[in-house]
């Protein structure tokens, strides 16, 4: 039987690679609008987890392709500008559409097989998630990091035993996308200051799709403000306290809520 990791590039999905990816197959969906970080770390992982097992893991990038209305999207961006609005809490068609859908009809095609989902021991898969996934007839869905009794403190020390703890950017605690609408204020203003050139190109994204609405619509409802507002704001807070005291404000980034995707790992 054929097995499957459900893969991130975080905590709990790399430690199973570890723990259980020989002669696995790692899935993981490219959005299209993946932080550079993300994309560099997936290639990490690959490469660490290929050594541990001596060559004998695989790791599959998923490129989703959406069709509306004749226009094929190959990015989260050209959906959205197809749609003429970004994703919401209202609205999750990211996660629907380049995450879980993709994954099942790429298992559907298996035959009988086997996903690794990543819950630890910390949290009950069949009470706080399921993953959006078991959806599929042939697949069996298994939660190994759970039925073994690994908490997420487990499968940090497991990471570092092989170098392999993520260390993401403080406007990347929330998840990998550019522009997941789970981060707040404090996450974009960190990112206009840790990653300037990735900031300033999702700000011209966003006037790009007010174009397309032809009225004004933030991409990020969690931050309550455009990226040009949040930029002007961080402008002056520059200007008033200098780099080294503003960036020391937005170093650590406190989350609430994780994207469902990225589940926080």
Request: with cysteine.
């Amino acid at each position: 039987m054929k097995k499957f990791i459900a893969f991130s590039g975080g905590v709990e999905s790399t430690t199973m690679c570890i723990l259980y990816g020989l002669d696995a197959i790692a899935l993981w969906c490219d959005t299209g609008c993946e932080e550079k970080v993300m994309y560099d770390r997936i290639d990490f992982v690959e490469q660490k987890i290929n050594e541990i097992h001596s060559n004998r893991f695989k790791l599959i990038r998923i490129k989703p392709i959406v069709n509306v209305k004749g226009t094929e999207c190959s990015s989260l961006n050209e959906l959205a500008m197809a749609y003429k609005y970004f994703p919401s809490p209202t609205s999750r068609y990211c996660t629907r559409t380049f995450k879980i859908k993709p994954i099942d009809e790429y298992l559907i095609n298996q035959g009988e097989c086997e996903l690794m989902i990543g819950f630890n021991a910390d949290e009950d898969p069949g009470r706080d998630r399921t993953g959006n996934y078991m959806k599929c007839k042939n697949v069996r869905y298994r939660y190994p990091l759970y039925d073994d009794g690994l908490d997420r403190r487990d499968c940090g020390e497991i990471l570092k035993q092989h170098d392999l703890n993520p260390s993401f950017p403080p406007y990347m605690k929330r998840g990998g996308c550019t522009h997941c609408f789970y981060k707040g204020r404090s996450e974009l203003k960190a990112k206009y200051l840790y990653d300037p050139d990735g900031f300033m190109s999702d700000l011209e994204f966003e006037k790009q799709l007010q174009h397309r609405r032809e009225k004004f619509y933030y991409i990020n409802m969690n931050a309550g403000g455009s990226y040009k507002t949040i930029k002007e704001e961080v402008d002056k807070e520059l200007k008033m306290w200098g780099r080294d005291e503003v960036m020391s404000w937005y170093d650590k980034v406190n989350t609430h809520k994780p994207c469902g995707a990225f589940c926080h790992r």
